[in-house]
């Protein structure tokens, strides 16, 4: 059983940034890949960030490429999200997420979610 507990959103203005972070109740490294997604109001979950088990590769929807980055520090169980130049589209609900498996861009391919962290961004 691994929970997920995220923290860091809030309110923004457009252009600002924001960190996220998703901290583990187990050790992550080794197995766990693990992935950020989102979900705006009326629209389906969508993927956003994911990382390798070590942290040496990185994936990223084409709408945040180059404005997010998703790192992890395995030695404190913890996933990030740095989130800059942040656009009101940008604005939802983002779960962090924990895989066994390989394809991450794909939320059937979590086993563990996170309960959330609200993001607004304003005009």
């Known amino acids: 059983q691994v929970e997920l507990v995220e923290s860091g959103g809030g309110l923004v203005q457009a252009g600002d940034s924001l960190r996220l972070s998703c901290a583990a109740s187990?050790?992550?490294?080794?197995?766990?890949?693990m992935g950020w997604f989102r979900q705006a109001p009326g629209k389906e979950r969508e993927f956003v960030a994911g990382i390798s088990r070590g942290g040496s590769s990185t994936y990223y929807a084409d709408s945040v490429q180059d404005r997010f980055t998703i790192s992890r520090d395995n030695a404190k169980n913890t996933v990030y999200l740095q989130m800059n130049s942040l656009k009101p589209e940008d604005t939802a609900v983002y779960y962090c997420?924990?895989?066994?498996?390989?394809?991450?861009?794909?939320?059937?391919?979590?086993?563990?979610w996170g309960q959330g962290t609200q993001v607004t961004v304003s005009s």
């Open positions: 997420a924990a895989t066994s498996v390989q394809n991450l861009r794909e939320s059937a391919s979590y086993e563990y």
């Open positions: 187990v050790r992550t490294s080794g197995r766990w890949r």
